[in-house]
């Protein structure tokens, strides 16, 4: 098999789950460049990556396949600057950025020949950042999205799966504005709207200090993606400012209709408006839908006291079964709390259910 030179430029959360991966499946030559040279020390004696490049002229030039995985307006910034390399012939080049149509308009501007772009955005992360942060696993089962630009061919699209296999995410295709109107509703808006009720709950705590010790299962659940990356997030609005502006709007159009339900104070009208929303969230995880990957969590019920998460990932494990991630809802001071589970497959989330129930657990399960 031919080993291609890989450059990885961007060595965050994002470039150093996608280099850890590839170093470690250990098929291809992984460079590593970044403009943070704690992160590119930190990478290469990690083994995050192979070789690290402190000039990225000179590395790009060695390059068969680069993925940009910087910032949205570095990413952009790094397309120009290839657009004056010499570099090989057929370089595929491809990036990570969470949105898509400018990064394809910039790819449309390129005059350099040897360039084929492929746009790319694996739909997994955190609200971490940083190398430290990088998993090699990190985009197993997610969907991986494409966005080829024009003078790219299937075999191009290929070749950079090929390369990325090691992921083990699922690609789909999309063009770049149906991409970004749906990332824009599943991704990005959500961002926003998790800032504003920690806002809110901010401005109350002002007044009420004792407000923050209440904030239990359900504001960290939904407020967990408020502690991302400010930068990051910025750039993101940024760049998909028309699609947030246009939710933003459908959003306070909502909200009047709800003030309007609470207001009227309607039994039937809320309970209807509530299951509406309850039957399309729990349906989300059931099969694998756009660009939502499938989950099979299941809830358990435990006591705050010593050992009790020990005793039921024990348990998962003494079975064989992996969890894929896992969540301590709700525990406080000698009340019951709940542990989320995610597993990685409908038949694991069956079989820890019986398990666990035959342990005397109680358990839910979405749906
Ligand atoms: N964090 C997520 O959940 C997530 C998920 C999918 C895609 N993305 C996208 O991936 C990209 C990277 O995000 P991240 O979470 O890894 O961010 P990060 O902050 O963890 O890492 C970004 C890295 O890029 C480096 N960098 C900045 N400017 C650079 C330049 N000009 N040249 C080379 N390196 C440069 C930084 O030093 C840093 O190491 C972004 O475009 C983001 O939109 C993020
Ligand atoms: O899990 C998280 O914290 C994320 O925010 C990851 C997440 C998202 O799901 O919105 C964020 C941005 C990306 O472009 C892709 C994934």
């Known amino acids: 098999m031919v080993k291609h030179t890989i450059l990885i430029a961007g060595l965050g959360l994002i470039g150093g789950s996608l280099a850890k991966g590839m170093t470690e499946s250990n ?16 990478a290469y004696t990690n083994r995050i990556i192979h070789e690290s490049a402190k000039n990225f002229h000179n590395a790009a030039e060695l390059a068969d396949f680069i993925i ?3 910032p949205i307006s570095e990413t952009i910034e790094l397309m120009k600057k290839l657009n004056d390399i010499p570099l090989k012939e057929n370089v595929i080049v491809s990036d990570t950025a969470s949105v898509k149509c400018s990064i394809i308009e910039t790819a449309g501007r ?16 955190s609200h971490k950042k940083g190398v430290q942060a990088a998993k090699a696993h990190l985009f197993e089962n997610a969907i991986y999205v494409l966005t080829p630009s024009v003078n790219s061919t299937p075999d191009k699209v290929d070749a950079l799966k090929d390369i990325l296999r090691h992921a083990k995410s699922k690609f789909i295709i999309l063009n770049p504005d149906e991409h970004d109107e749906m990332t824009g509703v599943v991704s990005h808006f959500p961002h926003l709207i998790a800032s504003s009720l920690v806002q809110q709950a901010r401005k109350w705590g002002e007044t009420h200090s004792y407000l923050p ?56 009208d809320i309970i209807s408006y509530l299951d509406t929303a309850k039957t399309y969230r729990d349906g989300l995880g059931t099969e694998e839908k756009g660009v939502i990957p499938a989950f099979y969590d299941i809830y358990v019920d435990i006591r705050d006291q010593a050992g009790a998460l020990a005793s039921v990932t024990q348990i998962l494990a003494n079975e064989n079964i992996s969890i894929n991630n896992i969540q301590i809802l709700e525990i406080r001071e000698g009340i ?25 657990y109680e358990i839910m399960i979405q749906r």
């Open 27 to 42: 098929q291809n030559h992984v460079i590593g460049y970044d403009v943070n040279l704690e992160s590119l020390e930190y």
């Open 336 to 360: 019951t709390g709940a542990l989320r589970l995610s597993l990685s497959s409908k038949e694991a989330q069956r079989k820890s259910l019986s398990i666990l129930q035959n342990k005397g």
């Open 110 to 125: 390129l005059t350099n020949k040897n360039i084929t772009f492929i746009g790319g955005h694996p739909m997994a992360g």
């Open 213 to 268: 010790n209440l904030a239990a299962g359900g504001f960290r659940d939904i407020t967990r993606i408020a502690s991302s990356n400010p930068k990051m997030w910025q750039d993101i609005f940024s760049h998909n400012r028309g699609k947030m502006s246009q939710l933003l709007g459908e959003w306070i159009n909502e909200m009047h209709f709800l003030k309007e339900l609470v207001d009227k104070n309607d039994k039937e």
């Open 68 to 70: 940009l995985a910087a």
